[in-house]
């Protein structure tokens, strides 16, 4: 069954005292369109996750964040900064020397200098990172692609009642092609009669003009094609792979059929029918832009 391009879902892995999250919310874009919002530790990351939601997901701008709950990750290391340790210690000897100090002082006053001690954070394992957050980014895939297959089979539903509408109005205005030239017929020998009042109309010359009418009013071919694109179209919403390209082609081609129709068939009640049958076919094309 086809799928939407609309979704959203949610994810979290329990790490230790802490967890990470991610959210993806994707709405209809022509291609995989991705913005990723990932914490400073976890740019590694990021063309691994793209990979992993490729695998997924084929259309649609994907916005996914991920997001660490409590205490995840790497922990810090505290350094000592030695080299400003020793020039702390050699200007305290040289205090207790001028001033006489027996007793040895200490560097605990200096200690609030934020220099002394170094938060060095040591680079994470992307590998070890990736064990942590794939859980949590394939839950909200599941829950994400849930929900896009219950909005696809809505979608579904819609067209494939649209489809019967188009059907119906293609048939009807196939059926104006016949009454089209019947009409035209009676208009041409009215016509002539009022021309030619005192003479009889030559009937091999009238017939050659409604035969060159009826050819250019024919539209069988126009009404074949546009039901073999109708067959494709429902036959594609059955599809579960990706479609929607697909089924914007057969609307484009529906499309042509309808103006060609409309060219062909210049009369006001064929003209209403086709004006029904593209908007109908336009309200089409709006519902597959949402559809993968």
């Known amino acids: ?14 790490q230790g005292e802490g967890s990470w999250a991610v959210e993806i919310k994707t709405v209809n ?9 990932l914490p400073p530790g976890l740019m590694s990351l990021e063309e691994r996750i793209k990979k992993f939601v490729g695998n997924r ?27 400003l340790v020793r ?30 001690i170094l938060n060095q954070e040591e680079g994470p394992d992307p590998e070890s990172l990736w064990q942590q957050v794939e859980p949590a980014l394939s839950s909200a895939l599941d829950e994400l692609e849930q929900m896009r297959a219950v909005e696809g089979q809505t979608l579904a539903d819609d067209l494939a009642a649209r489809l019967e509408a188009v059907d119906r109005l293609f048939a009807q205005a196939a059926a104006r092609s016949p009454e089209v030239v019947s009409a035209y017929q009676e208009r041409l020998a009215e016509r002539i009669a009022v021309l030619i009042a005192d003479t009889e109309p030559d009937p091999q010359r009238l017939a050659l003009e409604v035969a060159i009418i009826a050819d250019k009013a024919d539209i069988t071919e ?19 792979d990706p479609v929607g390209r697909k089924l914007d082609f057969l609307l484009q081609e529906m499309n042509r059929e309808a ?3 409309g060219s062909k068939t210049p009369d006001a009640a064929a003209g209403q029918v086709i004006v029904e049958l593209k908007g109908e076919l336009e309200r089409i094309r709006e519902q597959v832009q949402n559809i993968e």
Not at 4 to 12: D, L
Not at 29 to 37: A, G, I, K, M, V
Not at 225 to 234: D, L, P, T, V, Y
């Open 29 to 37: 874009s022509r291609y995989l369109d991705f913005h990723l919002r």
């Open 87 to 116: 020039e702390y210690q050699r200007v305290l000897g040289e205090l207790q020397q001028e001033l006489g100090i027996n007793q040895e002082p200490g560097l605990m006053p200096f200690l609030h200098n934020r220099d002394l």
């Open 259 to 261: 103006n060609t129709m």
């Open 57 to 83: 997901l084929t259309r649609g701008r994907v916005n996914l964040n991920l997001s660490a709950i409590g205490a995840v990750g790497t922990a810090p290391r505290l350094v000592l900064n030695k080299p």
């Open 222 to 240: 126009e009404a074949v094609r546009a039901a073999s694109h109708i067959e494709q179209f429902r036959a594609f919403l059955q599809n579960d």
């Open 1 to 14: 069954m086809i799928k939407s391009m609309t979704g959203y879902g949610r994810g979290q892995s329990d």
